[in-house]
């Protein structure tokens, strides 16, 4: 395991912050102000499935709408005449309206509980000593589809299959809730060039890797699951298995491990890593030692 981690630390080294513009997080970097920040970080993660270049061209043209202040922009944002300025906007499943309904009720929830998320997200976790954000972030869903979704939806409620809700999945349904982790891994580790720390009532500790197809099969490759089926069991089993490299940030090798699969640096063969060009790869960065799983 100490093996494993030196590589890994050698690695997460050399796929830095540098390495930002083959992801969505560089675009979210752009921006300084806190509010500004954790509204775009919400949309690039909702937005992150498909190629990297699609979800970033997506989002830079949703920022071409938003303007260069997106948190005024919600501030003051009137969805019966805002709503269509969205119009025409398509991102795989995601249309301009489910855009545009998110961004009322993020603008319903900064109204009724602060300029921040965080405040929302931590009224609905529970029981901070519990091992993860499972809970919390069931409860986080809740809350913010909770808030009146009219004019876009008679009544006011946004239905259990509603096309916005696929902007941030929650656990109980069993989906790996990759846009949900992802959003999270950049608001609450520490900023380091590539997270950015904003949210410090939410211990990193507790976070669940954001697991995509490149995660999964690295994850697979290195022995830290088993289960052929990628949802939320599979996430908490990868979750345990970084937790035993970094029990207080867990998902902090996320990103360079991700550029394994985005950067093509490895390939899959019949939809497999295999483990031995993992091992290659992190002993390159790392020196000789053979990469060992824990």
């Known amino acids: 395991m100490d093996e494993l981690r030196a590589r890994l630390d050698a690695f997460a080294r050399a796929y830095d912050r540098r390495h930002l513009g083959s992801d ?43 303007g260069p202040r997106p948190g005024a922009f919600v501030e003051a944002y009137r969805p019966a005449t805002d709503a269509r300025r969205f119009e025409g906007f398509r991102h795989r499943f995601t249309s301009g309206r489910d855009v545009a309904l998110l961004l009322h009720l993020v ?19 529970a029981d901070p000593s519990s091992p993860t954000l499972e809970s919390a972030m ?8 909770g808030f009146d979704a009219r004019p876009f939806l008679d009544g006011g409620r946004v239905p259990r299959r509603d096309g916005v809700r696929l902007l941030l999945p929650v656990p109980r349904n069993g989906s790996a809730c ?32 954001p697991l995509d197809t490149h995660m999964e099969r690295i994850a697979a490759a290195l022995g830290w699951t088993r289960r052929r089926s990628p949802g939320w069991r599979m996430a908490l089993e990868v979750t345990a298995a970084l937790r ?13 491990l991700s ?36």
């Open 24 to 66: 969505p997080l560089g675009i979210v970097r752009r921006f300084d102000r806190p509010e500004d920040l954790e509204l775009v970080g919400l949309l690039a993660a909702g937005l992150a499935y498909g190629r990297v270049s699609s979800i970033r061209a997506s989002l830079d043209s949703l920022l071409r709408v938003l």
């Open 107 to 125: 603008a319903q929830a900064r109204a009724a509980r602060g300029p921040s998320l965080e405040t929302l997200f931590l009224e609905g976790d």
């Open 138 to 145: 069931d409860r986080f869903g809740d809350a913010l589809f």
């Open 178 to 209: 990759k846009r949900h982790c992802l959003f999270l891994r950049w608001m609450v580790r520490p900023d380091d060039g590539l997270d950015l720390g904003l949210w410090s009532g939410v211990s990193p500790s507790r976070l669940v890797v």
């Open 244 to 256: 035993n490299l970094d029990p207080e940030d867990p998902t902090r090798y996320d990103f360079p």
């Open 259 to 294: 550029r394994l699969g985005i950067l093509g640096i490895v390939r899959a063969r019949g939809g497999r890593i295999r483990a031995g060009d993992v091992a290659a790869i992190l002993d390159a960065a790392g020196g000789e030692t053979r990469c060992e799983t824990p």
